[in-house]
């Protein structure tokens, strides 16, 4: 079935930087399109980035736009979150997550297939 396990989370302060890895294990999702969605407490996971199987096409909520980039490295089955600028609005819970077939975009939460167990990112005022 496989797995998605993230790492790279921790508390730093605002403007500063934190790279998430999401490393796949017991199975390739390399043809899938990957991306990254977030729940702070209290609200709904939303949707932060998805990145299409080749990396030929990235895309970005608002919030995150120009100050996340997101990338995937198939040869290590591993996606990643390079978090710039971090506000304090960005403390969540960030999942990584793999589309429910090689056709999905991943856009939302029912178009996952499969979650990782979640990074958390605390960004500190």
């Known amino acids: 079935q496989g797995q998605l396990v993230e790492s790279g989370g921790g508390l730093v302060q605002t403007g500063e930087s934190l790279r998430l890895s999401c490393t796949a294990s017991?199975?390739?999702?390399?043809?899938?399109?990957m991306g990254w969605f977030r729940q702070a407490p209290g609200k709904e996971r939303e949707f932060v980035s998805r990145?299409?199987?080749?990396?030929?096409?990235?895309y970005y909520s608002d919030s995150v736009k120009g100050r996340f980039t997101i990338s995937r490295d198939n040869a290590k089955n591993t996606v990643y979150l390079q978090m710039n600028s971090l506000k304090a609005e960005d403390t969540a819970r960030y999942y990584c997550?793999?589309?429910?077939?090689?056709?999905?975009?991943?856009?939302?939460?029912?178009?996952?297939?499969?979650w990782g167990q979640g990074t958390q990112v605390t960004v500190s005022s």
């Open positions: 997550a793999a589309g429910r077939s090689l056709s999905t975009d991943l856009e939302t939460t029912t178009d996952v297939g499969s």
């Open positions: 017991g199975r390739t999702f390399n043809a899938y399109t």
């Open positions: 990145i299409t199987w080749n990396g030929g096409r990235t």
